[in-house]
């Protein structure tokens, strides 16, 4: 059984901590086979663990998938699989340069912070039905998405922002022709707790962006 880590942001986010290092150590630690970082708005942190895990003594003890989320005039979309940074913030430009690159777009977090679910369905290959972040109220009702929709990838996203979260959600995944992607572990963080840790983080950026050189 190969594994698949997703939703993952690094200290490239406004919002998160996770050093490259540590999240490196964390997977290859946990024989974590696949793990997909989406730092919101920024393709940095793939850019340089994709050059660490080419060293030698990295070989072939994870993989990373390439990705970002994007905040669009419609809410989050989540391109990876993605070989280079989408810079346009236009849905439909993302979908055309998602698509261009031969990558997948996943919904996440479908019920939060959203808006025209049944036009975002029609474009994406896959939703989150577990998101470690959200409500488990808001989690029943992507599952209810999914559902309607049986032709998407179903996936359990940890969402994580600080190391301590990484453990909260886990995928098996097959690559090949087609993409098979199975939920295996489904952990609620707590809503509030995390967000309010994410908050503070993004609040602590700012001060020290000011009063710290």
């Known amino acids: 059984m190969k594994t ?5 942001h690094t200290e490239k986010s406004f919002d998160a901590n996770i050093k490259i290092p540590k999240l490196i150590d964390y997977v290859i630690k946990n024989k974590i086979d696949y793990f997909c970082v989406t730092d919101h708005q920024d393709f940095k942190a793939c850019k340089i663990i994709e050059k660490i895990l080419k060293r030698k003594e990295y070989k072939n003890k994870t993989h990373l998938i390439k990705g970002m989320e994007i905040t669009t005039e419609y809410g989050d979309i989540i391109p990876c699989f993605i070989k280079k940074e989408i810079k346009t913030r236009k849905f439909e430009e993302v979908v055309k340069e998602t698509k261009k690159q031969k990558g997948w777009l996943i919904l996440p977090h479908p019920f939060v912070r959203h808006n ?11 939703i989150e039905v577990h998101n470690a972040s959200a409500l488990n109220s808001q989690n029943k009702k992507a599952q209810e998405l999914a559902a309607r929709n049986p032709g998407l990838l179903k996936i359990s996203a940890v969402d994580a922002h ?10 098996e995944i097959k690559i090949g022709k ?28 700012i001060i020290k962006s000011v009063f710290i050189k």
């Open 178 to 205: 087609n993409i098979k992607i199975s939920p295996i572990l489904c952990k609620n963080g707590g809503y509030f707790i995390l967000n309010f840790k994410h908050l503070a983080i993004h609040i602590f950026k």
């Open 162 to 171: 600080c190391l301590n979260e990484l453990g909260n959600a886990l995928n």
């Open 4 to 8: 698949l880590l997703f939703h993952i």
């Open 116 to 126: 025209n679910i049944e036009f975002l369905i029609k474009y994406v290959n896959g």
